[in-house]
């Protein structure tokens, strides 16, 4: 790709960010993919007329922004990724703090939501699905003492539920609301983790059963025992966030995206 349109007459002023600006304008014009290399160093000092300094603060940007990643070597420079859903997901959680969202409006928003998921999953989910979905059920009940698994699974279920719908927004939402739910202070016991198993094995029963109305009730039924369950934890009904814990939020960025029944 010939590079020298992309950053050239490139203006003084927040010069890192025009770096940054241009790389984000080409990615969303297809100029750049997935897997396209950057310039090396050198040849984009030379294309945009600012010092190494710069450059090299642009590119950290893109990299914390989950744009590029930076790769050391011979053989490395700054590679275009897919954004990942848990950096999206930091800053709303940090706003859902800012603005003091309580557990009872999130269990709102997650009934409205998930009920939805669950009326397209009914029509269109593929048996690729309903086998990724019992895995998760089965990996919960395999070891219900294992708190972490258990979160991660319990959240990849409904991650793996949206993705069902062929609905490719909702699937993404269903990934940025989940990593904002690992946040919630709330550790679920061996005794809970085997009752979320057989909440989330009924609901995927309902569905396969394509009765849509029993699927329905009992994923309400699910998210009120959940809701109840961090509402007890959160200090004045404030939704209790805890630091990113990341070995969770890469699990869940890295669920694999929907396969299509050949």
Known sequence: MDFSATFTTMKQG???QQIVDRVRNAVLAGELQIGDRLPPERELIRLTGFSRAVVREGLRILEADGLIALHAGRNGGAVIERPNTDRLASTLDMLLAFESIGVQEVTEVLRMFETQIV????????????EDLRRTITRIEQDPTDIERVRIESNRFHILLAEATRNRLLALLARIIRQVVIRV???????NALQIAKAHQRILDAIIAKDGETAKRRAL???TACGDSMS????GGRLPLTPRNSRLAEALATTPR???DS
């Open 14 to 16: 927040k010069a890192a």
């Open 221 to 223: 039924r699910h998210l």
């Open 258 to 260: 929907r396969r299509d």
């Open 232 to 235: 007890t934890e959160a200090p």
């Open 185 to 191: 202070d709330y550790e679920p016991h061996s005794a």
């Open 119 to 130: 009326e397209l999953a009914v029509d269109r989910i593929s048996a690729h699905d309903i």
